[in-house]
């Protein structure tokens, strides 16, 4: 029996963080708890579901985005935005808290269709942080997001990263501004 098969078979669970997986088997599994899978560089890791502190600003900013989207006279640049969602980079795949399609002008296909912008809210702890703000940030960008959002909760910014021809650029967004991007005209998204 091949490993993908026993995967299949089995659930997956926090007894299985640090195991090695290829990205084929880990995009056979199709069921998960509320345990976040990622795959890194060939290793399963599995984390805790997102804390309260997390959650709540996420879905805030879920409310928001479908508010626009149904609300304001340019919202239709908004595709579509989903929580927890998986993106594939070629070793990875990783968890972003939240993801959003704007610009495709349809309903776009998860499973085929790379989000616009990938959106994380920081963990506590210092590998946490280097996770958010280096790794995803360089994986993101390097398989075609648009733009991607940090919203650190410890700091109280919203940090974002914006793909460039020569790499990326950075914008950092304080608690008393509002955020603006030519992605979505003329949403505002105000960081108090």
Known sequence: MSLATEIETIALGPQQ??????PQEFDAVDEFDDYRYELIHGV?????PPVEQERGPNEVL????????DEHSQGGH?????????IRTPKSRRRADRVIW????????????LPTIAVEFVSEGCRNWRRDYVEKRDEY???GLHEYWIF??????LTVFRKTVDGFEEQTVTEKEVYRTDLL???ELPLA
Do not use: E, S
Not at 78 to 86: N, R, V
Not at 152 to 157: G, N
């Open 62 to 69: 879920g409310y928001w985005l479908l508010k626009y989207q």
């Open 185 to 187: 005209p003329g949403f």
């Open 102 to 113: 704007a610009g495709l002008g349809r309903q776009p296909d998860p499973a085929v269709d």
């Open 17 to 22: 963080n640090g195991i090695g997986m290829t």
């Open 141 to 143: 960008l390097a398989v």
């Open 78 to 86: 908004l595709d579509a935005t989903l929580p927890g969602h998986t």
């Open 152 to 157: 650190d909760r410890f700091r109280r910014t």
């Open 44 to 48: 399963l890791i599995v984390n805790p």
